[in-house]
């Protein structure tokens, strides 16, 4: 009896350390909305930090974890099972090979799942066990900040707010556990991050130490909005805004921009910065960009990392159609989703421009209707597909399939396969150069046939005159021998012989 009793306790013991140890694990920080694109590559950028509060590693199976973004439980990618290290920070990113670009000096701890977007308005996040239990969720909307500023949302004082990315580090706040929820009356305030007094509403009171008002400082700040992945010879547009350590825009320094292409440039800073740059092979590219306060200056104040595609101009003209409905087939053969902005179907003088926001998926086709391209089957000879630096990038007539002539020519015939207006050109050199053949007009046909029968002809006697010749031949050669044997003796013989004419 007493063994069943001490089973049972250890069986309870172990399921309430399990579930206090599951209960360590909370949302620390959550980037969902960044300053420009929130992919590169079609590559998620977005991201979502977990603190392990306890001293103790808590398991995780990632066959049966997920994370719910607002719209579908995620799954954790690459990954059978793991453990969450006490007192720790483990990011789980959209992609983790695009968290490491975006992060290149981030040391800790990141795994691979599933997110594809989060609401950049607002949504409810959470962590679910193997079990599908909530272990912990968040609600946040973009009144809280982190609205593609380039800060993420932090919980500090148990109150998410924007604050400068701190991805598997310590909060802006300098803690990394957050105090317990103020009880103090309403309109006095109790110690928070550091000592400092936190107001029953989660903010820091003003009355800070220095210390601490350094600490909470915010740093220089450079905000860039450009495209992540653009066509070989096409500008890229990189719209620039810098902040100060009080949140102002700037308008005094400079920047140093290095494309990583090779090419670099500085430029001073105006408030309204717009820079364009374009890449002239595809590839990966990481473009730099630092701040720095003056011109006599060489400590950069800030600095920040663009990763940029760049991609052919893989578009074309897959087809057309007829008189009937001359419809335009435009096909993107890239692995990527193509911004066909401002591109140009020009023909005869004529010339349709893509809208804005046309997007094309990859390995996609769009048919334009000739309603509204206005292009009709005239057209089709000279028909064009420009990009919007009116760049030829594909031409619908040259690359058209041509006619040709195929002649199989043997000993005794030679067999036409396919024969189009064009191989019936004077001069034109359609055979092997092996074999010479020579096509005479119609009206010598009668000439060729009259030379034919004259060369049978002299074939003809010339075989008759040679046997004449072999017989006249024979004849002279017996009657020499006969006159020989009947005019003289043979030699050596005696008068004694006598030859008898009969």
């Not at 104040?301 to 419809?327: H, M, R, T, W």
């Not at 092997?432 to 000439?447: F, Q, R, Y």
Request: hydrophobic share 35%.
């Amino acid at each position: 009896m007493h063994k069943k009793l001490t089973l049972v306790f250890v069986v309870i013991v172990f399921f309430l350390f399990s579930h206090l140890a599951l209960a360590s694990l909370s949302i620390n920080e959550v980037m969902y909305d960044l300053s420009g694109s929130d992919s590169t590559n079609s590559k998620s950028r977005e991201w979502i930090e977990i603190y392990n509060s306890s001293s103790s590693e808590v398991p995780v199976d990632a066959t049966k974890w997920r994370i719910y973004d607002g719209s579908g439980n995620r799954t954790l990618n690459g990954e059978v099972n793991f453990s969450f290290p006490g007192n720790s920070y483990v990011v789980f990113a959209g992609d983790k090979d695009t968290f490491l670009i975006d992060h290149p000096g981030f040391s800790g701890t990141v795994y691979d799942t599933s997110i594809s977007s989060l609401n950049n308005t607002g949504a409810t996040i959470k962590i679910l066990d193997a079990d599908g239990n909530s272990l912990d969720s968040m609600t946040y909307t973009s009144s809280q900040g982190g609205a593609g500023d380039g800060n993420s949302l932090q919980k500090v004082a148990g109150v998410f707010s924007g604050r400068t990315p701190t991805p598997g580090l310590v909060n802006e706040s300098g803690v990394s556990n957050p105090p317990p929820p103020n009880t103090s009356p309403i309109g006095e305030s109790s110690p928070g991050p550091g000592g400092l007094p936190v107001n029953t509403n989660g903010s820091v009171n003003e009355t800070k130490s220095k210390d601490a008002k350094v600490a909470e400082e915010k740093k220089i700040k450079i905000i860039v909005d450009s495209k992540d992945l653009e066509f070989v010879g096409l500008p890229i547009v990189f719209q620039v805004t810098t902040q100060g350590a009080r949140g102002e825009k700037l308008y005094n320094g400079r920047y140093y921009w290095n494309f990583g292409d090779g090419d670099a440039k500085e430029a001073t800073i105006t408030g309204n910065d717009i820079f364009r740059h374009s890449f002239f092979y595809p590839g990966d590219y990481i473009v730099t960009l630092n701040y720095f306060e003056n011109f006599y200056s060489d400590q950069s104040g800030a600095s920040i990392q663009i990763p940029i595609k760049i991609i052919p101009n893989n578009i074309s003209i897959n087809g057309v159609g007829d008189e009937k409905d001359f419809f335009v087939e435009l096909k993107n053969n890239t692995e990527y989703n193509a911004d066909l902005s401002g591109w140009t179907l020009a023909s005869n003088g004529k010339s349709f421009v893509i809208p804005k926001n046309t997007l094309l998926a990859a390995k996609k086709s769009l048919i334009i209707s000739p309603h509204v391209s206005n292009l009709s089957i005239a057209d089709k000879g000279t028909l064009k597909l420009l990009n919007p630096e009116k760049q030829t990038v594909f031409d619908f007539n040259a690359s058209a399939p041509k006619e040709v002539l195929a002649i199989e020519a043997t000993t005794e015939k030679i067999t036409a396969e396919k024969i189009t207006p064009q191989t019936l050109l004077p001069n034109k050199d359609i055979l092997p150069k092996t074999e010479e053949i020579k096509i005479l007009p119609t009206d010598m046909s009668a000439n060729v046939q009259s030379a034919n029968l004259e060369n049978n002809n002299k074939s003809g006697n010339s075989s008759w005159l040679w046997i004449v010749s072999f017989i006249i031949f024979i004849t002279v050669a017996g009657s020499l021998v006969y006159f020989l044997r009947v005019k003289k003796a043979p030699i050596g013989l005696g008068n004694d012989f006598e030859i008898i004419d009969e």
